[in-house]
């Protein structure tokens, strides 16, 4: 009988630990102030993310010179500066200490794109054919960057850690398994690299990511309207890759919210920051 009330205090003790661990590591994403969890430590997600965007760029081929080439890296400066004005005017200046940005073009088929926490953008050749120009890349860079501004890398791994090891830092995980929390690395930043194993961000960190996004791509100066045009033509693809699948959140949906919501809004931050 002692030892089950023992026991009891014991999980009683576990769980109330693990509450406070989790309550004590929520962030607020920067502009839309929504509660985030995030256990890793964003030093060290970054320098891990930072060698499988190493691995990735040895192993595909990147395009280093023409037009398109030019076009993302001016694109993604352009950009990367925008968020710099706007996450230091919103008091998020200590959010930048971990942002070091690199843009490159890849080529590959796949309609994709993505932003590895540290600022590592990579767009496909593929999805060229959707932004069609540097308005519509401005959309997709715009909405890969706010995904790691918001830091939703941090907060899948976060939520798919506890729940599949219930807790566990990521050092833990990386000793335990090395090959998962490396694949979970690079699903959690929106790297298609496995069939089967899907790890696509959540309906809420994709508005999220539309509604940021188009502040950043605005305040750059490129036209917001862009937008509704690129998601009616990713609409007509079917067939996305994770970060772009048609169901996540629906097309129609998104398209409404862009239209009625975030381009406004992002309008009237580019007006007052110029
Ligand atoms: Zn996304």
Request: aromatic residues 6%.
């Amino acid at each position: 009988m002692k030892k089950m009330k023992t026991t009891k205090t014991l999980i009683a003790t576990s769980v109330l630990f693990l509450m406070l661990t989790v309550i004590s590591s929520c962030n607020r994403v920067p502009i839309t102030g929504r509660k985030q969890v995030s256990l890793l430590p964003e030093s060290e997600l970054t320098a891990m993310s930072l060698v499988e965007y190493n691995n990735f760029l040895n192993a595909n081929q990147v395009v280093n010179s023409g037009t398109n080439s030019a076009m993302v890296t001016r694109v993604g400066e352009k950009i990367a500066r925008s968020v710099e004005d706007v996450l230091r005017n919103s008091g998020n200046a200590d959010l930048l200490e971990h942002f070091d940005w690199e843009f490159h073009l890849v080529e590959s088929p796949e309609p994709n794109a993505w932003c590895m926490p540290g600022g590592k953008v990579v767009v496909y050749t593929g999805i060229l054919p959707y932004t069609k120009d540097e308005d519509g890349l401005a959309v997709v860079m715009g909405h890969e960057v706010a995904h790691a501004v918001a830091r939703h890398g941090n907060e899948r791994m976060s939520q798919q850690l506890l729940a599949s090891t219930g807790f566990a830092a990521l050092d833990i995980a990386m000793a335990n398994k090395p090959e998962q929390t490396r694949e979970l690395i690079l699903l959690a930043a929106g790297v298609g690299v496995s069939t089967g194993a899907l790890l696509p961000f959540s309906r809420l960190q994709e508005s999220e990511a539309d509604r940021l996004g188009l502040i950043f791509m605005t305040i750059a100066g490129y036209d917001p309207e862009a937008a509704v045009a690129f998601w009616q033509r990713m609409s007509v693809n079917g067939s996305g890759l994770p970060e772009f699948l048609s169901t996540h959140p629906s097309h129609e949906t998104r398209i409404t919210d862009i239209e009625n919501e975030y381009i406004p809004e992002a309008r009237t931050y580019a007006n007052t920051s110029n």
